[in-house]
């Protein structure tokens, strides 16, 4: 499908990707046509390349990430960032309506040929969208879907009318008469309020009064302030909705000098806040701010997994919003029509935005116009870079790549490339665009959003499974029951009975499996196993952790998704140990720092001991209340009357061995390379494989019987 996307040098382009995958609660839309903001998205295309040369803590930022990551993981980040600026683009639009062609698990309200407007980050400018549920809403039969794209925005005015919770008859500014402003101007209309329209564009204040505003104020031609008194009379207006998009800080002050005492004053456009002071107090004035379409706005649960607000708590959610909106346009009392200078063919985008810049005085809103959508169309993941696939080369590892998000793009991928006897097949992504632009980076023979294409491929060999860690293990049991060679990032499965059906799975295939326990590859760890080789005692090991702090909102907190702190990366530590120690566990105790507060996501504060079945004790002392300044991960060992120190994977000091005190130092390789290096040459037949399913499951059974042991508060045993 074709995509209209905008690229680091801030040029629109037309991209060739693959459809969309359709993940449960989302259903596959055929465009019919997606709105083009002249505000919006004008304004991110052109601010797309600045922020990045702003930020001025990247430096701080670049110390840190070695110091956690590496070297290596740190400058492949940097390389893809600054060395490769056009291989980033950005999928334009967030407003469009269509026909439903597929519907995702768990979708029962929609049928297939169910004609929706949709909005929100994947309701772009392209051919085909995938949008979850609770931003797309029915097209009700007396509305086009030329108008019908309109709803997202219509969703904003909206919610910034209800935001200054405007009455019959109240005389309420609009400042900003461009889409939105123009929007909220006619819904304030239909709400019986008297619309006085403020701009600085004659056109835009005729376009506001054809279409119901009562009184309009061209604030290039007089003292918006003044005219504001002379039309509401000397109380002022009831309330200002400010939709302008200026960095000037002088709308919003203003609107304070506009409003009556007690008004309210609603920002919905992206304005400057330097608020001055004297009126807003004098007035005892209400500030609000509008977020977007209605409440469930960047609420993952609400819009990605469905889950509703009840309508006797919150009245009006953005789908609800959605859905008013089109009543109103299919009862007549909104006029979206006058508001549509032009209409394009996806392939003019280009041509669309440079028209769209050049007039904006008399272009309010632009739409692209897609082909008929049609119910039965099919759906293309596929997308074929190499003319066709490479034949089979004797000693050579066909590999696919699921999952290209940032770890996998600076880690897995330059390694996959790098290696002479391994041939790079595809790319998979839930997004197409980055699906695209990861196998072209990398000179994958094609792409797909959806895994099962690779599955299904005789071409290839061996897949690499980095996605999120809840996809983790079923992907595995898929892969090995098409008799594919896996390597999977840890976690290897977020429960025990995961990880039980995943090492049944590759048994049964008589595939190997290998998860990223990436650390037993380290340098350092490499030779500190060699010393602790000598060793016939029993040891005492801690492993300090210094993990740092997530937002709340971060994937790897929710329970569903990334399992959480100690699974999602607690796995590390426990394979780590029980690789230096060579026993197996057989006792787990857990201790718990009280959260500091009720409602702490990220409480990953423990001391988690385990006890080896040699009589060695091992100790993670996990932490997310430490400082970035001290090192991520310190090791110490003590046995037979030696003592040894990994600090961070650079330093390894031995004390009490011959020569000592010793010391070794590395650049803070974590074994990354050397890892998948290891898994293709056991594909290969080269190998042994070293880090097995059996380790995969043996980490798991340690994180979540840990936990177990932190929730009870007694000890729980391996048996």
């Given at each position: ?39 919006t ?20 930022r ?40 597929q ?26 969208v ?10 009700p ?9 309109f ?91 400010v939709c ?20 309210r ?51 009006w ?43 904006q ?17 099919k ?20 590999v ?7 770890f ?74 098409k ?57 005492t ?15 790897l ?28 566990p ?47 991960e ?8 030696k ?49 097995t ?27």
């Open positions: 499908m074709r995509q209209v996307c905008v690229n680091e040098r801030r040029e629109i382009v037309v991209v060739e990707v693959p459809d969309p995958a359709v993940p449960p609660g989302y259903a596959l839309v055929r465009n019919a046509y997606s709105l083009i903001s002249s505000g998205e004008l304004g991110t295309a052109q601010q797309q390349s600045s922020a990045l040369r702003q930020r001025v803590d990247l430096a701080r670049f110390s840190a990430s070695v110091r956690r990551d590496g070297l290596s993981a740190t400058m492949g980040r940097v390389r893809k960032r600054f060395q490769q600026p056009n291989a980033t683009i950005r999928a334009r639009g967030y407003s469009c309506a269509g026909v439903v062609t519907l995702g698990e768990g979708i029962e309200d929609l049928h297939v040929g169910d004609m929706v407007a949709c909005g929100g980050a994947s309701a772009n400018h392209a051919e085909v995938a949008v979850p549920r609770n931003l797309m809403a029915r097209v039969p007396e509305v086009s879907l030329r108008d019908a794209s709803t997202t925005l219509g969703a904003i005015a909206m919610q910034g009318v209800r935001r200054a919770q405007v009455t019959f008859g109240e005389k309420v500014v609009v400042t900003g008469m461009g889409l939105v402003g123009q929007l909220v101007g006619q819904l304030l209309k239909v709400a019986g309020c008297q619309v006085i329209a403020v701009d600085l564009l004659d056109e835009r204040l005729k376009l506001a009064k054809e279409l119901g505003a009562t009184y309009a104020i061209n604030a290039a031609a007089e003292d918006p302030v003044a005219a504001a008194y002379r039309i509401a009379g000397d109380h002022g207006a009831d309330a200002v909705i302008a998009a200026t960095s000037s800080d002088v709308p919003v002050n203003q609107a304070f000098a506009m409003c009556r005492e007690r008004g004053v609603v920002i919905v456009g992206d304005v400057g806040m330097g608020l001055e002071r004297t009126h807003f107090y004098n007035k005892e004035l209400d500030l609000l701010m509008s977020r977007s379409y209605g409440p469930g706005r960047y609420d993952a649960e609400y819009e990605e997994l469905g889950l509703d607000y009840p309508i006797g708590y919150v009245r959610t953005e789908n609800r919003n959605m859905e008013e909106f089109l009543r109103l346009l299919s009862s007549g009392a909104m006029r979206v029509g006058p508001l549509v200078a032009g209409e394009y063919a996806i392939g003019d985008a280009t041509r669309a935005y440079a028209d769209l810049a050049q007039n005085r008399a272009v309010v809103a632009t739409v692209f116009k897609y082909d008929s959508p049609t119910p039965d169309a759906a293309t993941h596929v997308l074929r870079l190499r003319a066709a696939a490479e034949p089979k080369k004797s000693g050579v590892l066909r696919a790549v699921i999952g290209a998000g940032s996998a793009t600076a880690n897995h991928l330059p390694n996959l490339r790098s290696f002479p006897d391994c041939h790079l097949v595809a790319i998979v992504n839930s997004t197409g665009t980055k699906a695209k632009q990861i196998a072209q980076e990398f000179k994958a023979d094609y792409c797909t959003t959806d895994y099962q294409e690779v599955l299904a491929d005789p071409n290839v060999d061996a897949v690499v499974i980095a996605t999120r860690h809840n996809l983790h293990h079923q992907i595995a049991i898929e892969a090995a029951a008799g594919k060679h896996i390597f999977v990032e840890k976690p290897m499965a977020l429960t025990e009975a995961e990880g039980q059906a995943v090492r049944q799975a590759v048994a049964e295939a008589g595939v190997l499996l290998s998860v990223g326990f990436n650390r037993r590859f380290a340098p350092l760890v490499v030779k500190l196993k060699g010393l602790l080789g000598e060793q016939q005692f029993p040891k090991i801690t492993y300090r952790v210094n993990a740092g702090w997530l937002p709340p909102d971060h994937w907190l929710d329970p569903a998704v990334g399992g959480g702190r100690i699974i999602g990366e607690g796995c590390h530590f426990f394979d780590l140990l029980y690789y230096l120690v060579g026993a197996e057989v006792r787990i105790t857990t201790s718990q720092m009280r959260p500091l507060a009720s409602d702490q996501k990220d409480d990953a504060n423990m001391s988690i001991n385990l006890e080896f079945a040699d009589g060695s004790l091992g100790n993670v002392l996990y932490t997310v209340v430490g400082h970035t300044d001290l090192s991520k310190r090791i110490e060992v003590y046995t037979g009357g003592a040894f120190v990994l600090d961070d994977f650079t330093s390894l000091s031995a004390y009490g061995t011959k020569g000592s005190p010793a010391s070794w130092r590395d650049p803070g390789n974590k074994g990354v390379s050397s890892m998948l290096r290891h898994f293709c040459d056991a594909a290969l037949g080269k190998v042994e494989l070293q880090v399913a059996k380790d995969g499951l043996r980490a798991t059974v340690c994180a979540v019987r840990g936990l177990e042991s932190a929730r009870t508060g007694s000890p729980v045993g391996f048996g």
